[in-house]
């Protein structure tokens, strides 16, 4: 049923590859992977390697982490070329430094961070890391 | 469909609390029971919002041992709801649509947290829990985080440079700890000033620590049942005129979420039910688990255009005695948010507020006949709205 479930899309993406779905019916992206098309419902899609390339609409400096995360660090949410939005944290930039003129709007490439495994968590976790570009 | 009431409501003093989940539940319980002129006996169904019970208290399965704790029968069905922030709005949901459709005449709904209990970082984590936890929880987003990247889509968005912006969301946090400082049930009962938010420590960048709820322990309940038998339990009957209730994608997947269309879908649903318009509501509480989130809930429960409600704010359009009044009670923002009772206390201050109870407290929205509730669940994956009045 699934074309792409997360492991396959976590283990595409340490290896520097962000992967989505191609909807057949109605031409749009989905990504991360979902059972159907995000648009239209299909379920007539194909996986295919995206850019990697977007654009940071929004962001925040975690002040106050959660258990098991370390503070201050940037959470943000990049605009892919192909459309949809994704979730990942800023890696190259100081969290001090963070202002709403220096990040939003610049252009970012999408990585890798890859969290070990933690309380309450499956197994090991991987979540997309932005990188500004220069 | 039956017409279906309020009776009986009940709460307890919200903030740190030395009593334990289900005692604070059968408090209010108790009260809701009392204050319906009936007997334990006469629920048929006990409807519990509860979400970190099990973090909180290492509680599993609390919903049969708050039935029997207050002294529902053995052959009474109890049921626990998880909706995030939610889940006692949730379960007053689902008692209107089973007292609505015939199966039960009397049902007891309500909720109750006690999340001081886990300090901090573990509660911080837990809330974590109710964003999607593959593609979003794992960034390390808090729920401060989420109306903080929220607070700069709406500035970018709508023009509005972010430091005027925050000094209203800061007045949002102003008017509401002055109406908290009035509610004897409230966590902080204190005014506070626009200066003091906006000299807070960091909690999410650009959100200080005053634009944010806190945690809080307490619960809330309420009789849910017939007009027929409503009428004859008290001497004024609050309506339930109707309900809405929307499921959210994950926050990547709604893009800009300054409009938040389940919102925009449950209340929709919501107005139908009644035939109401968002102009015929005369006193709301609203989810301000954050001030921007106040600000955006009002646009999309029809109060006010997008992109317009700070500015209604700034003029107090939102205060007692204002347009639209909103949070008379305090708010999530300083009269506490116990996620698992939030939806039952807003219901309590809605239901008072139609009953005119509330004059000797200073914050009686004259004339109030018809109020409404919403409440957020995760990053909007449940938005709850409820209609009430006070005639059917």
Redo the contacts between chains.
Sequence with gaps: MYKLT?KQYFEALKEGKLLGLKCNDCSSYTA?PKLCC?KCGSTNTEVVTLSGKGVI?????????????DAP?I???A?LEEG??????IVNVDPDK?K?DNI?GKKVTVGAKV?PKM???PDE????AFTIAE | MRKVCVAGVGMTKFGKSEKSSIEMFAEAAMEAIIGSNIKPSDIQCLYLGNVFGDFEEGQALMAPYAAREIGLSVGTPSLRFEGACASASMAIRDAFVAVAGGFYDVVLAGGTERELAMGTPLATRTFNMATEQYYEGMTGLTFPGVFAILSRLYSKKYGIPLSKLKERMAMVAVKNHKNGAKNPLAQFRKEITVEEVLSGPMIAEPLQLLDCCPFTDGAAAIIITTEEKAKKMVEKPVYILGVGQGSGAPLYRQKDFTLIESRVAAAKTAYAMAGIEPKDIDVAEVHDCFTIAEIVATECLGFFDFGTASEAVEKGETQIGGRIPINPSGGLKSKGHPIGATGAAQAYEIVKQLRGEFVERGTQVEGAKIGLTDTLGGDSGVICNILFGIKG
């Design positions: 997360y991360p995000d609409k929004t962001f925040t400096v975690i002040r106050v982490a959660p258990e098991g995360y660090y959470v943000a949410i605009e949809p939005w994704l979730m990942g944290n963070a709403m939003i969290l309380n309450y968590t976790g991987v979540t997309p």
